[in-house]
């Protein structure tokens, strides 16, 4: 599945928020049997449909899809050139589909800065710098060979092209993701043999003090900074005390700092979104659940999600809406209101669909 790598400069609050992470592991609530690694937290992404359908199908649980972080080695100046955990680190980053980047905007004279002070923008410079330096290393590496050969394989020339203005982008000290050059888009596609860190989704987690959590002004400003980025605000410690507390507890905790979930929902949503991924649902007495299939996938995609089986046999989707078959209160009530459509191969899913397939075996 994919992966959300988070990144960070060392003392910003990473194992913190990893540790609230990993109290939240949906694999250790739902499926007891599962191995566990020590640097995943396996995140539900919540879905307060889930519980509405369990209602109507008397489900007896609810399974939401899931979003996995790895916590990655710190990250220091000089990662690029091999320095302390350097190479592990950037072998890591590549591995991940998404990079979180945990900046520390939080004050706290007990907490050194290994700068001296506390500077989101001049954080996310340092790392953001690291990552390009390895991706301009990556290019320099490869770049003289690729022209040669060019010059008799024309075929090769797109590639040269893409790498030689992905390169000036870089040396203007812009990653390839803010540049529009994203992994998944057309333009990211003849970078693809090269393995670029920067190609990947950004987000940015800011550990923020608890009043600026409410401060719009101060996140207007973090969220310039790091545009077309994703931006989440929230507290380490916080998020970790609300790890401990039940859901209306944590809930009450929430309102005192002006929120209404959990920034790690709002983390494991946003994630979720950035690695360009989405959900339908199927309930039924046993469970309602939602399954994750990548944006745009067709029916048959999505039926290969539950089983290979149903991607082979796929004969047609039996589609209702999320919110038809709530109105009309049961499957059979929205059949006969007319809401339930049969779908064919070519059907691409939409976000809300709840689905029956039908199969072949
Ligand atoms: P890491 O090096 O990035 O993994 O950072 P840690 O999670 O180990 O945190 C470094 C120190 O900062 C620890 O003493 C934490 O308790 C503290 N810390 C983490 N998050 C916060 C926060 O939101 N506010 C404050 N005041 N301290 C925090």
New binding site residues.
Partial sequence: SLTIGIV????????????ALTKNDVLAANYPFATIEPNIGVVGVPDPRLARLAEVFGSQRVLPATVDFVDIA?IVRGASEGEGLGNKFLANIRESDAICQ?I?A???E??VHVDGKVSPKSDIETIDTELMLADLQTIEKVLPRLQKESRIKKDRQPVVAAIEEAKAILEEGRTLFSAGIAQGTERAEPLRELHLLTVKPFLYVF???EDELMDEAFKEEQRALVAPAEAIFL????EADLAELDEEEALELLQTVGQDEPGLATLARVGFDTLGLQTYLTAGPKEARAWTIKKGATAPEAAGVIHTDFQKGFIKAEVISFDDLIEAGSVGEARARGKARMEGKDYVMRDGDVVEFRFNV
Avoid: E, Y
């Avoid at 960070?8 to 990893?18: A, E, I, M």
């Avoid at 507290?235 to 916080?238: G, P, T, Y």
């Fill in positions: 960070g400069l060392p003392n910003v609050g990473k194992s913190t928020l990893f540790n710190g945990v520390r939080f004050h706290d007990n907490v550990n923020v003090d507290n380490a410690k916080l």
